[in-house]
């Protein structure tokens, strides 16, 4: 099923594109994932920011779906994420990891 694919040459997409791919860095994407804990739970934290605006997304594992709020300010969500931190760390919920988000 495989041997049809033999025909066609290896192509390095980045050469292809014009250059050095990195979609979240290149375009001035910022990203920030926390992972909080808290008794037997786990809940999610996450900032995106860009030029033009931001969003933060958090996943309680109490609520039935993920709530995004959307800034049009990425200095503001940025702060708003910080603050949002502070107080879960208040209120019990222990940060167990806050930097970029992982793959793999």
């Known amino acids: 099923m495989f041997e049809d694919f033999d025909e066609f040459e290896d192509i390095d997409i980045d050469d292809e ?3 050095d791919l990195d ?3 290149d375009i001035g994407i910022e990203m920030r994932t926390a992972v909080l804990r808290k008794n037997n739970m786990l809940a999610l934290l996450c900032y995106k920011g860009a ?5 933060i997304c958090r996943v309680d594992p109490r609520e039935n779906r993920p709530a995004v709020q959307l800034y049009d300010d990425p200095n503001a969500a940025l702060e708003w994420y ?6 879960s ?4 919920w ?3 990891y806050d ?3 992982l793959q793999g």
Not at 82 to 87: E, G, P, Q
Not at 89 to 92: D, E, L, Q
């Open 17 to 19: 594109l014009g250059g």
């Open 23 to 25: 979609p979240v860095f």
């Open 51 to 55: 030029a033009e605006g931001a969003a």
């Open 82 to 87: 910080t603050k949002s931190l502070r107080t």
């Open 89 to 92: 760390s208040k209120n019990g």
């Open 94 to 96: 222990q940060v167990i």
């Open 99 to 101: 930097g970029l988000p």
